[in-house]
């Protein structure tokens, strides 16, 4: 039996609309390029979503879609205020210097999420030559921690970046979670207030093959050069346009969300019911961030595939447990069981 484990969303498969929208798209012949027809009808579909302002371009990977996404305002001497368990700091190998050319300026945080007041340190030395130039901030939503930015908070971050001449990107690989959390049914009101400058629009991670959305909130024309040059042009553009086609058909991304969002609940309410277990981060997403004593991890780790986070005492490790939209109660039942049986 192949078992559905909390190890990451990316490890669940394909939702079965997308992969049929895939079949559909390849009937026949389609210009390349994105050049198509399905292409044309998603971009339309990110514009209901968004706004009709929106520039937005497909890639294949959420690391492009950062990297490329933020080197449209970053220059080689600029940099890009972030949390330091961002992924754009802590798990893209470099590729923002490298591919973006532009330097990370980290804050510390406990949480996943960064406040204007810890921004505020980063940002000086304005003018001066001898200084490099902060140019704009990144926020993950959801965090790499599980939790979510309040609309309050987005708007004192985009507040203070109006203030002081900067641009707001937003890795958004997980944005349909943090907007099933906040009750976002609609994004074009939350976005269209002008917190974010640049979205990732997450695929990936919320049922699709393999993809992601560079969505603008300007006119942005010379991203298509950009995109080009990071190699991240698809000649079959329609098999990433499907996927999208199908994400956004009858606001699937959002109940993809929404189901792998009550999963996380529910593998959370039943952990705190584990005396050697605790949960570490509020749960407002698809993460389940715990500590258990090691003897429960080994034990676990025997029949699942997770991550551990960090090391608390020589006793006690951190570790994080996802859920995905093809997760099932039965899977958490299963998993909660193994974890109570061994601690009994």
Known sequence: MLVRGFASDNNAGIHPKVLEAVINAN???????????????????????????????????????????????????????CAETSHLHADECGAPEKFGNFKLLTVPTTDGKITVEQIKTQVHGIGDEHHIQPKAISITQATEYGTVYSVE???????????????????GARIANAAASLGWENLRPAFQAG????????????????????????????????RKQGMQLASKMRFISAQFQALLRDDLWLENAKHSNRMAAMLADGIRKIPAAQIAQK???NAVF?????????RLEEEYFFYTWREIDETKKEVRLMTSFDTEESDIERFLKLAEDDWD
């Open 27 to 81: 009937k026949g012949h389609r210009i390349g390029y994105g050049n198509d027809e399905i292409t044309a009808k998603v971009v339309q579909k990110f514009k209901k979503l968004f706004g009709a302002q929106v520039d937005v371009y497909l890639v294949f990977t959420g690391t492009a879609a950062n990297v490329l996404g933020l080197s449209t305002f970053a220059k080689p001497y600029n940099a890009v205020i």
């Open 153 to 171: 908070e987005l708007a004192k971050i985009s507040g203070y970046a109006r203030e002081n001449n900067l641009f707001v990107h937003m890795d």
């Open 195 to 226: 917190c974010v400058d640049v979205l990732s629009f997450g695929g990936t991670k919320n049922g699709i093959i393999g993809g992601e959305a560079v969505v603008f909130f300007s006119k942005q024309p010379d991203f298509k050069f950009i």
């Open 283 to 285: 749960v407002e997403a």
């Open 290 to 298: 715990c500590i258990m004593p090691n003897n429960l991890i080994r």
